[in-house]
């Protein structure tokens, strides 16, 4: 499964929304949602999916799911 099968995953299951409604251009609070507690929840299940951290004002910076699989992927290859 790639970055960002496995992100939308995360994303569905915390927002309780479709997996199928989730683009890379969607945006995390206008269109999946995501109020400031589901921002730090998401935030706190990808650092501990991927032993990085995130914080949940990480999250309100981005625009869209895209732009948080940067910041993941960066994350994770800094530990590499």
Same mark, same amino acid.
């Given at each position: 499964? @790639?970055?960002?099968?496995? &992100?939308?995953?995360? !994303?569905?299951? +915390?927002?309780? !929304?479709?997996?199928?409604? !989730?683009?890379?251009?969607? =945006? +995390? =609070?206008?269109? +999946? #949602?995501? @109020?400031? +507690? #589901? *921002?730090?929840?998401l935030a706190l299940a !990808?650092?501990?999916?991927?032993?990085?951290? &995130? *914080? #949940?004002? @990480? *999250?309100?910076?981005?625009?869209?799911?895209?732009? *948080?699989?940067?910041?993941?992927?960066?994350?994770?290859?800094?530990?590499?």
């Amino acid at each position: 499964m @790639d970055l960002f099968s496995e &992100i939308k995953t995360i !994303i569905a299951k +915390l927002l309780a !929304i479709d997996a199928e409604t !989730i683009t890379k251009e969607a =945006h +995390l =609070h206008f269109d +999946l #949602g995501a @109020d400031s +507690l #589901g *921002l730090e929840n998401l935030a706190l299940a !990808i650092s501990e999916k991927y032993g990085v951290e &995130i *914080l #949940g004002e @990480d *999250l309100v910076e981005l625009e869209n799911v895209g732009e *948080l699989i940067s910041l993941v992927e960066s994350r994770i290859n800094v530990l590499k």
